[in-house]
Nanobody
Framework: QVQLVESGGGLVQAGGSLRLSCAASGRTISNYNAAWFRQAPGKEREFVAA????????NYADSVKGRFAISRDNAKNTMYLQMNSLKPEDTAIYLC????????????????WGQGTQVTVSS
């Protein structure tokens, strides 16, 4: 089993930045593709960004492309999401996840999930 723990969320003004971390334990993340999803109140969970291994290759939702950057440090068994130029519509709970599938935009393909960290962007 893999345990994932997110951190780094908080309250930030529009235009600000946050860096989320996702620390894994139990297994090495180098065996998996990794992603961030988010879920806003009353909305469906949506894909934000993914990073493959090996590669690595990255993939982003159109809504965050050019503002967010996903990365991973396999030696630290940790993945990150750097979020810049934040907007109020980025407010959500952000969750990290791991998958063995190449269909990394589909949440049903993910085997392991963290509990999430709240990001709130004020206008």
């Amino acid at each position: 089993q893999v345990q994932l723990v997110e951190s780094g969320g908080g309250l930030v003004q529009a235009g600000g930045s946050l860096r989320l971390s996702c620390a894994a334990s139990g297994r090495t993340i180098s065996n998996y593709n990794a992603a961030w999803f988010r879920q806003a109140p009353g909305k469906e969970r949506e894909f934000v960004a993914a990073i493959t291994w090996p590669g690595p290759r990255t993939n982003y939702a159109d809504s965050v492309k050019g503002r967010f950057a996903i990365s991973r440090d396999n030696a630290k068994n940790t993945m990150y999401l750097q979020m810049n130029s934040l907007k109020p519509e980025d407010t959500a709970i952000y969750l990290c996840a791991l998958t063995s599938s190449t269909e990394f935009r589909s949440e049903v393909r993910y085997n392991y999930w963290g509990q999430g960290t709240q990001v709130t962007v004020s206008s």
